[in-house]
């Protein structure tokens, strides 16, 4: 499984910081007239949840899940036409691409990190005339799921074993839309009552 620790540790703080301004606005002179601020705090913590802590991309003997913000995504082996990690990690579909909230690339300044190790362990099918993107060095985020990815896919390729006829679902994920959409709307309502 793989997933942002800086968007874990993102969401932690903010959670953190959410609660106490809830606490401040309920422990002010006059909590009543605080009440338009109390969705705020929670609509924060909800949307960073969804964005931050949420996403992650799971690789097992079925295909790859990709979990984003509000949708999950089952894309078996057979659908997966192409692999790759410009931006993020991105699987390429005959319907479109999938792209992983929770295997963003690294910045550019990454590709002052990859090392020899990172090219000798690249698939083939993530180098282009000897070299790599920072996005598919293995020390970071979708260059690890990415290898690992790359490397089952091949290796089943190669075997014969890809479907093509296999498709990819994809399901809405109900209760981080309606946590995001209940706390905006409540958010919103607190400002005209104001």
């Known amino acids: 499984m793989f997933r942002s620790s800086f968007g874990r540790v993102i969401t932690i703080v903010i959670a953190v910081l959410m609660g106490l301004a809830l606490v401040s606005a309920l422990l002010a002179d006059d909590p009543l007239a605080n009440l338009w601020v109390l969705p705020w705090p929670l609509l924060g913590a909800a949307v960073t949840w969804a964005f931050m802590w949420r996403p992650r991309v799971t690789v097992d003997a079925e295909g790859i899940e990709i979990r984003n913000p509000f949708t999950d995504w089952h894309v078996p082996w057979g659908a997966v036409k192409r692999i790759d990690t ?3 990690l991105e699987l390429t579909l005959d319907r479109g691409t999938v792209t992983a909230w929770a295997a963003p690339a690294p910045s550019r300044y990454g590709i002052a990190r990859i090392t020899r190790e990172d090219i000798r362990l690249a698939r ?4 282009v005339g000897g070299a790599i993107r920072p996005g598919d060095s293995v020390h970071s985020v979708s260059g690890a799921a990415a290898h690992v990815t790359r490397t089952h896919w091949e290796e089943l ?10 498709t990819a679902t994809r399901a809405w994920h109900l209760p981080a839309i309606a946590a995001v959409a209940t706390t905006a709307v409540l958010a919103a309502a607190g400002l005209l009552l104001r």
């Open 157 to 166: 390729r190669d075997e014969g074993l890809l479907d093509d006829r296999e």
């Open 124 to 127: 083939e099918s993530s180098t």
């Open 86 to 88: 410009k931006w993020a």
